[in-house]
């Protein structure tokens, strides 16, 4: 359990610009915590994904706003592209020896079947790094209007199981059934980190979303051990809240939470998450994520690929610029993240002319990327 909970709260304030989940190295919740090293020319070695569709574009908006910034990261070309062992979707073995090492990544979108082929390369990652946590933070961006004002909202959601596990088969041809596991581990793992992260980020209460009068075995399991742990952080007001009453209000009155934390299983937070984007900024092309593990964690842009507009100078890098932001942050160096996260939102309140088609504006990558240099 972290110390010094006050100060945690008041360094947060000067840290919590427009993520709600950016914080220092010192204030991270003890689970997860980055400990990696430089290497021999003092910078950092990083994976990077870069991912399909439009996914080269904004990483090379990512790695020029990084190079004039004199960001001391080396970034390393990481392909992840499938590979099947046993039947089973895995990543090459290149891969997994270089982001354990770095012990951080950062991911572009990668494409996902619909239906057939490979299983999702983002739930293959997570599996395969036990990355159980992923943050979400959604807030409201300064001098860009959205569906609401003042928005500041964070989700963890359960990252490994639920009924994401993949665990599904035809029970006699037209009858699928699709199984959601929820585990004692998985659940106490992620509970207790949205714990932790509450105290880092000074907010003082913990809200369980789930559907137990349904789920009563599955999602009474992540609820029950929700209380059981509420004993070990007392400062943190302990909440659940059925996820229709959740939805309901957060579309309603999303200032109801600009003091929480929110956590539930994978499923209801997969959506929750985008929904809450939607409030706060109207796109998801401004959304950043962490996905946290014991050890590994990878930040990426939750967007999709958009085939349509790849190769077109068209798509918004400001999410990966952002997840690139908490990753700075989750590595200690905040100086740079403060400056790269200034320089981003600068250029997005600069008008139309410096934002990209999904938010109003006439801008391309390449010359919303110089903006954003130009600001640094």
């Not at 610009?17 to 003092?42: V, Y």
């Not at 991911?107 to 159980?132: M, Q, W, Y």
Request: hydrophobic share 35%; proline share 6%.
């Amino acid at each position: 359990m972290l110390r010094n909970t006050a100060a945690i709260a008041q360094k947060n304030t000067t840290l919590l610009k427009i993520l709600g989940s950016t914080r220092s190295i010192s204030n991270q919740p003890t689970i997860g915590r980055f400990t990696g090293k430089t290497n021999s020319s003092g910078t950092y070695t990083v994976p990077f994904i870069e991912g399909d569709g439009v996914g080269p574009e904004i990483s090379k908006s990512v790695k020029d706003i990084f190079s004039a910034a004199n960001v001391p990261i080396q970034w390393q070309p990481c392909d992840v592209g499938p590979i099947f062992v046993n039947g089973l979707t895995t990543i090459p073995e290149p891969a997994v020896k270089a982001i354990k090492e770095s012990l951080v990544a950062l991911k572009g979108p990668l494409a996902t079947p619909v239906g057939k082929g490979h299983r999702s390369l983002n739930l293959t990652l997570r599996k395969t790094f036990d990355l159980f946590a992923n943050v979400r933070p959604a807030k409201s961006v300064p001098n860009y209007k959205s569906t609401y004002e003042n928005v500041d909202l964070v989700l963890i959601r359960e990252n490994t199981e639920g009924e994401y596990s993949g665990i599904e088969h035809i029970v006699t041809p037209g009858v699928v059934q699709s199984i959601k596991l929820i585990t004692r581990e998985a659940s106490e793992k992620v509970i207790r980190y949205a714990y932790e992260y509450a105290i880092a980020v000074g907010r003082p209460r913990l809200i369980v979303v789930h559907k137990s009068t349904i789920q009563r075995l599955g999602d009474g399991l992540f609820v029950q051990i929700a209380n059981e742990l509420q004993s070990e952080y007392p400062s943190i007001k302990l909440e659940t809240q059925i996820l229709d009453n959740t939805v309901l209000n957060v579309v309603s009155n999303p200032t109801l939470y600009k003091d929480a934390v929110s956590v539930c299983p994978n499923l209801y937070g997969d959506i929750l998450s985008d929904l809450n984007s939607g409030l706060s900024a109207g796109s998801l092309g401004l959304t950043p994520s962490a996905n946290i593990g014991d050890k590994v964690s990878i930040f990426e842009a939750v967007h999709g690929s958009a085939p349509d507009i790849a190769g077109q100078n068209k798509a918004n890098p400001t999410a990966l610029l952002l997840s690139s932001v908490m990753m700075l942050n989750h590595m200690g160096l905040e100086e740079h993240a403060s400056r790269i996260e200034n320089a981003v939102l600068s250029t997005i309140a600069s008008g139309p002319e410096s934002r990209t088609g999904d938010l109003g504006g006439s801008a391309t990558t390449s010359s919303f990327t110089e903006c954003v240099i130009k600001k640094l």
